[in-house]
């Protein structure tokens, strides 16, 4: 029987390089793909269809927090806009807070400040909320009042104002023609009387003296009058004034004191004290220069 011949050995390597699906090369044969000719395909990359559903869904989600977040801080916004609007209209408009005469409260009238006349001056602004109020335009009509000195107007929510005043009172009646002018220590009249009110010294210096000479002797009259403690202001029922440089009071147990001018006032009201506390029975008191008074 004649031999087999033996297959090519090219088909040997054909048959050898066949690999079957899922085969791995023999171990030990690191380079067996290139010693054969043969290179195995890489597998392509494949991503799970469940891992791009989580990644969609989460972009989803921070788009519609996102979204959310933004419509918040609108209406935030929105919200805190009403509000200003409603606040500044009710700050402004509303009637809640108009200002109501009978919440108009006024102190420190003292004895010569008409309160009727000082409401009658803040009445027009009445029915005008409290924050439009110009409270300092109401100062000075209140302060056209010759009687007022000062004045400090406060606001008194909802609806009302605080008005403290600070009255000129007299030290001094002057005649005149419609009778007594009541006389501050600067001057200015804040009243007429007719009798002179008691208790308040009569100043010989008429209001209409001319040349000026006049004008400054009543000034000076004033002046020391002003500086008097109660004490011995209370004592005063007379006040005259020839010239600024010679200024006497009489008081009402007859002694009369020559106070010079009115410079360093202070000084002599005290040498004053000294001398009627040592000798109340002296009926002339010079402390025209203080350091050197006179009594007789």
């Known amino acids: ?108 009238e003292g004895s010569t400040v008409d309160v009727a006349q000082v409401r009658d001056v803040l009445d027009d602004d009445a029915g005008v909320p409290l924050p439009r109020l110009d409270t300092v335009a109401m100062r000075e009509r209140v302060l056209a009042l010759n009687a007022v000195k000062d004045v400090r107007i406060t606001r008194a929510w909802p609806d009302g104002l605080d008005v403290v005043l600070t009255a000129r009172e007299p030290v001094a009646a002057a005649p005149g023609e419609d009778g007594y002018a009541l006389l501050d220590p600067e001057g200015v009249q804040v009243g007429v009387a007719d009798p002179a009110p008691d208790g308040l010294p009569i100043v010989s210096v008429p209001l209409d003296a001319e040349p000026a000479t006049g004008a400054l002797a009543l000034a000076a009259a004033l002046r020391v009058l002003g500086a008097l403690p109660p004490d011995l202001s209370s004592q005063v029922a007379e006040v005259s004034a020839d010239t600024q440089d010679d200024v006497q009071t009489r008081l009402h147990d007859g002694a009369l004191i020559h106070w010079g001018n009115g410079d360093r006032i202070a000084l002599k009201v005290r040498v004053v004290q000294a001398l009627r506390a040592a000798d109340p029975g002296a009926r002339i008191l010079d402390v025209s220069s203080p350091e050197l008074p006179i009594t007789r």
Not at 53 to 80: Q, S
């Open 1 to 108: 029987m004649p031999a087999e011949r033996a297959a090519p050995p090219e088909a040997t390597r054909r048959r050898d390089d066949v690999v079957h699906p899922g085969a791995r090369p023999a171990s030990g044969s690191a380079d067996h793909g290139e010693a054969r000719g043969h290179v195995v395909p890489a597998l392509p990359e494949v991503v799970s269809t469940r891992m791009a559903d989580r990644l969609a869904e989460r972009d989803a989600e921070r788009a519609a927090m996102a979204r959310h977040r933004f419509w918040v801080r609108a209406g935030w916004v929105v919200g805190g806009v009403a509000a200003a609007v409603a606040l500044g209209w009710a700050a402004f408009f509303s009637p809640l807070l108009a200002l109501v005469p009978e919440r108009v409260v006024v102190t420190g």
